[in-house]
């Protein structure tokens, strides 16, 4: 069985920042890419970023420039850095691992950027 537990959401004001953190545990034997995908209210998921096992990051043209993710893989931690924030970066961020070749999801975490 695999956890995935995510953190670090939660009320910022537009410029502000926030680290959110994805904690993977279980029975794991390999972890491949990692990465993160928003939910905004009425929308439909879209795809923030990723990192694969090499360190190979991809990103969405919006957060381009202003959110990095990283990974910590003595930790089985996927991080995701959010600079600059912006009103319409206000969503539910959910982490996505895939373990032992399949993929899981985070229960979500949620970020409000509004003054």
């Known amino acids: 069985q695999v956890q995935l537990v995510e953190s670090g959401g939660g009320l910022v004001q537009p410029g502000g920042s926030l680290r959110l953190s994805c904690a993977v545990s279980?029975?794991?034997?390999?972890?491949?890419?990692m990465g993160w995908y928003r939910q905004a209210p009425g929308k439909e998921r879209e795809f923030v970023a990723t990192?694969?096992?090499?360190?190979?990051?991809n990103y969405a043209d919006s957060p381009k420039g202003r959110f990095t993710i990283s990974r910590d893989n003595a930790k089985n931690t996927v991080y995701l850095q959010m600079n600059s924030l912006k009103s319409e970066d206000t969503a539910v961020y959910y982490c996505?691992?895939?373990?032992?070749?399949?993929?899981?999801w985070g229960q979500g975490t949620q970020v409000t950027v509004s003054s």
């Open positions: 996505n691992v895939r373990v032992n070749w399949t993929d899981y």
């Open positions: 990192i694969t096992l090499g360190g190979g990051t």
């Open positions: 279980g029975s794991i034997f390999r972890i491949g890419t």
